[in-house]
């Protein structure tokens, strides 16, 4: 089955800082690459997601690129302020499933 | 449009009990899915229903169990409870079209 990995677990940042999430993904039939941002007491919220048929997609302030030949996508996160902290899932799916693989997180945080 | 609902918000039973939880996904969407979150294990796939059938399954046991209702909405139930059970159970409504999942805010299940 998918294996996803996800580093760091752990990424700490000054408020205006640039902030990158890395992840790997075994299956080479993924082709649906989601982005999650939990907050505390609250579900995964999608914030941004790629498909394999793309190479990098930007919204505002943060980006997603994939590389399928090496199976590594990252998110990228500009300008970081404080409300970005919280705690980032990857993710990865195959074909129409509705059943992803997720990263084990990051715990993103922005100090002001 | 209303997001996932997910009910109660706040769960406190003792080990042997059952539980049922609920979700109502989002107009329009007919497939959900739950979860379970642990600090320990991350976010694990429970199962998948679509149109009142469960469609897939994770790797849990029978005392894990679900249905869902012709207006969509889904329950899940756990029989004799164990202390390991205590987790953030987490319901997705997944798009009908393309494979994107939208959270619910989960149901924080405490097993004394």
């Known amino acids: 089955g998918e294996n996803v990995e996800q580093h760091p677990s752990t990424l700490s940042v000054q408020e205006g800082d640039s902030a990158v999430i890395k992840c790997t993904y075994s299956?080479?039939?993924?082709?649906?690459f989601p982005w999650y941002k939990q907050e505390l007491g609250k579900g995964p919220q999608l914030i941004i997601d790629i498909r394999s048929n793309v190479g990098e997609k930007k919204d505002q302030r943060i980006a997603v690129t994939l590389n399928k030949t090496a199976k590594h996508f990252s998110l990228h996160i500009t300008e970081t302020q404080p409300e970005d902290s919280a705690v980032y899932f990857c993710a990865a799916t195959s074909g129409g499933s509705y059943i992803p693989t997720f990263g084990r997180g990051t715990s993103l945080i922005v100090h002001p | 449009k209303a997001g996932v609902t997910q009910t109660p918000r706040y769960l406190i039973k003792t080990r042997g009990q059952q539980v049922t939880l609920s979700c109502s996904p989002i107009s329009g969407h007919r497939s959900v899915s739950w979860y379970q979150q642990t600090p320990g294990q991350g976010l694990q796939f429970l199962f998948e229903?679509?149109?009142?059938?469960?469609?897939n399954k994770g790797n849990f046991p029978g005392r894990f169990s679900g249905r869902q209702f012709s207006n969509s909405r889904s329950e899940m139930n756990v029989s004799t409870l164990e202390l390991g059970d205590s987790a953030l159970y987490l319901c997705a409504s997944n798009h009908p079209e393309v494979n994107e999942q939208f959270f619910g805010p989960g149901t924080r299940l405490t097993v004394l």
């Open positions: 229903y679509f149109s009142e059938t469960q469609r």
């Open positions: 299956d080479s039939a993924s082709n649906y």
